[in-house]
DNA sequence: GATTTATGCGAATGATCATTCTCAATTTAT
DNA sequence: ATAAATTGAGAATGATCATTCGCATAAATC
C-alpha cells in the first residue's frame, strides 16, 4: 500500500507542508535520503554501510531509492560534496573585514563550534580517510579546499601588501599548515574533549599572532 | 602442494634464512600477514579489503590464514596497535634533553618526516575514521596516545617547574591542541604536496614559541 | 617409527551485498 | 477519460562476503 498521501490537485495548497510540486517532492525525497544515508555512514562507514541499511532508515525500497540515485557512489559522492560544501561556508563568510589575526581566529572557533555542534567530526574523518583511495571523494575535497584556500590566500596577501602583517613564512607554506591544523582540530572535536572554548581560543590566537606576525598596522582596532 | 619448504632438522642451520624455531617461523608468518593486509587496507580500506584479497596477498589460503588470526577484526586491531605504538615511539625518543622548543620542534619534524617516509598517511586516516566507531580502535589509539602524552606532559612540566618556559595556556589545553595539530599534519603529509621541510620548520618553531612561551632561562643552549 | 600436533589447501557455507526486474499505483499530460 | 510518465514496493539476481570444514602433509614428540 503506498503512501502517495493528500495533494490531488490545488487543495493541497492547504496542507501544513505547503504546495509540493513535482521537483519540489523530489528535492525532499533526495534530502531525505541523505540524511538517512549520513546517519548510516556515520554509524558504519561508507563501506561498512549497506544499501539495505539506508533504505531501512529511509523507510524507501530498495527498487523506489534507485530512483533518486543510480548508485551508493552517487550516495557517497553527494553527501561528500554537501559537507564539505558546508564546512567551507563557515570559512568564507568570516574572512572579511576586522583585524586580521581576529578573522583567522574568528575562523577558525566558528569551525571548532560548528563541528562540535554538527557532530560531523566522524563524517568529516571518513570523508578525509576515504579521499585517500577514491579520486572522485578526493576531487571534491580539493574543489572546496580551493575556495577556501583561495578566500584566505587573497585575505592574507592582501593584509600582507598593507604591511599589516609580516608572516614567519610564504604564505604558502602557511595556508597548508593553517589547513592541516584545522583538519587535526576537526577530527578531535576537542570541546567534546571537555577543553574549554575560551582557553582554546587563546592558545589559537597566540599561534595565529606568531605564524602571521602582525605589525601593528592593522586598519582595525 | 604445500611449501614447507627446507628447515629437516638440524641442516636448516646453513640456509640463509637462519634458524627458524617453531615460534619463529609463527612470529614471521604473522608478521607476512600483517603486512599484507596493510597493503590491501590502504588500497580499499577496512571494511572495503575482503579476507580474499588479503589471502592473495600474502599467498595463503584462508584456511591457514585463520590459523593465524581468529578474524578480520583481530587483524584490524593488530595492525592498529602496531601502526599507533610505532607512531608513538617517533615522540617519546625525542622529547628528552636539550631545549624545549628546539626538542618540541625536532618530535614534530620527525613524526612529520615519518609520516611522509613511511606513507602511512592513509593508514593513519583510515585507524582515525575506524576510530570513531569502534571501541577496540578508539582503545588502542587513547593507549599509545596517552604514552606520548604522559611523556609530552611530564617534559613540558618539568620546564615549567624549571621557569624555562611560561606557557601562553595551561598544559590541558596546550597538549590537545599538539595533539589535534599533529594529526593534522599527519593525515596531510605536507612534504608530499609540495611545501618545503625547511619552510615548514620555520612555521612550527614559531607556533611551539609563541605557545610555550620561553623565557630565556633555559639549561640548554 | 609411531603418534600427536601444527600447518596448509581449497571447496563449501549461509549470509549479505549492490543492483535489477516486474508490476502496481499515482500523477501529469492529452 | 485516457494515455504517458513517474514513483513506489518487494522479490529476485548473481556476486561476494567472512568464516568453517574435511582432509593431507610436515614437524615435533615420544
Redesign the pocket.
Known amino acids: 500500500m503506498?503512501?502517495?498521501?493528500?495533494?490531488?490537485?490545488e487543495a493541497a495548497l492547504l496542507d501544513t507542508e505547503a504546495a509540493t510540486?513535482?521537483t519540489e517532492?523530489?528535492d525532499q525525497?533526495v534530502a531525505r535520503i541523505l540524511d538517512a544515508a549520513k546517519t548510516c555512514f556515520v554509524r558504519s562507514g561508507f563501506q561498512g554501510?549497506?544499501?539495505?541499511?539506508i533504505c531501512s532508515e529511509v523507510?524507501?525500497?530498495?527498487?523506489?531509492l534507485?530512483?533518486?540515485f543510480?548508485?551508493?557512489?552517487a550516495i557517497i559522492e553527494a553527501i561528500t560534496e554537501a559537507d564539505r560544501r558546508r564546512d567551507a561556508e563557515i570559512f568564507s563568510v568570516l574572512t572579511l573585514g576586522g583585524d586580521v589575526v581576529d578573522g583567522f581566529v574568528a575562523a577558525a572557533m566558528a569551525h571548532i563550534r560548528y563541528m562540535h555542534e554538527s557532530g560531523n567530526a566522524p563524517l568529516f574523518a571518513e570523508i578525509r580517510a576515504e579521499s585517500m583511495r577514491n579520486d572522485a571523494i578526493d576531487f571534491a575535497c580539493k574543489m572546496s579546499m580551493k575556495d577556501v584556500d583561495d578566500s584566505f590566500r587573497s585575505f592574507l596577501r592582501g593584509a600582507v601588501d598593507r604591511g599589516e602583517i609580516d608572516p614567519c613564512a610564504d604564505l604558502d607554506t602557511i595556508l597548508p599548515v593553517m589547513v592541516a591544523f584545522g583538519e587535526g582540530l576537526a577530527i578531535n572535536d576537542l570541546p567534546a574533549q571537555g577543553v574549554d572554548f575560551e582557553r582554546l581560543e587563546v592558545v589559537i590566537r597566540a599561534i595565529a599572532t606568531a605564524v602571521l606576525r602582525p605589525t601593528g598596522r592593522s586598519t582595525a582596532s
Open positions: 503506498p503512501v502517495f498521501h493528500s495533494s490531488a490537485g510540486s513535482r517532492r523530489r525525497q554501510a549497506s544499501m539495505q541499511q523507510g524507501m525500497s530498495p527498487g523506489a534507485y530512483r533518486y543510480p548508485s551508493k557512489e
